[in-house]
């Protein structure tokens, strides 16, 4: 039998949107920290190793079955509820964020990899059900029963963003695997019913970011300051961009936290609207793709699996090049492959390697 040569079999464009958005992403976070002297080449150089780091997952996950990660799904799902759990008592805290688990000079941040074990739980869970079980009760409610919890111990870090993330994922593969849709607006209507109750638990900060996101001028210079800033900055930048390196709100430090959750509006300003299509368009490749795949997948595990991840790059990038413009609340939430950050990067390259080790395989079975 002839030896199967599964890098071969991988997909072009898949990877080559990923190159891209990673070179953009180490691009924009140099521009984004050039004002500050020394420390840009801290931000820059850290977000290339951990960009190494995670493209040697990517190839070792890619030359691995995927069905080995699905079938190994429960015991990762409960190590990364005891590591959500670990970081309550021993997490690290920055910016009043208690997220990371410290190990040297790493900081893990167990929310990031819970977007890929609960997609892999999902998917596991759901292809085991007999057809006459594909309902309300066991596509809803008892997976949530899991599902739950770990959403309560990532919004008491509190990291509402990728709270957010998680629930139209969760929705998308339970409809993806038989869920009537009729089924999953009930739930969505009762969910928002009791979220309206629920934001008086919402700790005083979140509040007043949801008040500046219905009003933005109702603290301009305290809570609201970011999400003006953003939308100056991107609205400046007009069609082709003020250029690399010169964006005067990047440059002249009135936009925060640029290099991490307001790269996009970085983007927005130096390269103009011309730039910020460009990152849409790779992500509407990666997306498209990720969705072709699960559609050429051989068994539902790896349909699933392929869906999830294409659900998650899409709301990602909804929720954070929305949260630049005004459209979203802000929430802390990464851009994909593109802000700064270790475990965000290594995530989406592990999500990356789950999706080329899916197609890869469309021909063993």
């Not at 629930?167 to 928002?192: E, N």
């Not at 290099?259 to 990152?279: K, R, Y």
């Not at 990464?334 to 789950?354: E, K, N, Q, R, W």
Request: include cysteine; proline fraction near 4%.
């Amino acid at each position: 039998m002839q030896k199967f040569h599964v890098y071969r079999h991988g997909d072009f464009l898949v990877s080559f949107s990923v190159f891209v958005l990673i070179a953009l992403g180490l691009l924009f976070i140099y521009s984004a920290s050039y004002h500050s002297g020394d420390s840009v080449s801290v931000f820059a150089t850290r977000q290339l190793m951990w960009a190494s780091i995670g493209l040697c997952l990517c190839l070792i996950i890619w030359k691995i079955d995927y069905r080995h990660f699905v079938s190994s799904a429960y015991l990762l799902f409960a190590v990364n509820i005891i590591l959500l759990l670990s970081v309550l008592f021993f997490g690290s805290k920055t910016l009043g964020a208690q997220r990371w688990l410290r190990f040297g000079f790493f900081r893990l941040q167990p929310s990031e990899f819970f977007k890929i074990t609960m997609i892999l739980f999902l998917a596991k869970y759901y292809a085991g059900l007999p057809s006459y079980k594909k309902g309300y009760f066991y596509c809803i409610i008892i997976p949530f029963l899991f599902i739950g919890p770990a959403i309560v111990l990532i919004m008491k870090q509190p990291d509402l963003g990728t709270a957010l993330v998680l629930i139209p994922v969760f929705f998308a593969l339970s409809y993806i695997a038989g869920t009537r849709p009729v089924d999953i607006l009930y739930t969505i209507i009762a969910g928002v019913l009791c979220a309206v109750p629920g934001y008086f638990l919402l700790k005083p900060y979140q509040q007043e970011r949801i008040k500046v996101f219905l009003n933005p001028e109702h603290d301009p210079l305290g809570v609201g300051y970011q999400s003006i800033q953003s939308k100056i900055a991107v609205g400046s930048g007009g069609i082709l961009g003020k250029g690399w390196l010169k964006g005067t709100q990047t440059q002249l430090d009135f936009l925060p936290e640029r290099h991490t959750d307001f790269i996009f509006s970085v983007i927005g300003e130096e390269w103009g609207f011309l730039g910020a299509i460009l990152v849409i368009f790779l992500f509407a490749v990666l997306v498209i793709l990720a969705f072709k795949i699960a559609n050429e997948s051989r068994d539902e595990k790896g349909k699933l699996v392929a869906s999830g991840l294409g659900v998650l790059f899409l709301v990602h990038l909804f929720i954070n090049a929305g949260m630049t413009i005004g459209i979203m609340p802000i929430t802390g939430l990464p851009l994909p492959f593109v802000s700064y950050g270790g475990s965000s990067l290594i995530t989406m390259l592990v999500a990356v390697g789950l999706l080329q080790s899916i197609y890869s395989r469309r021909f063993m079975f």
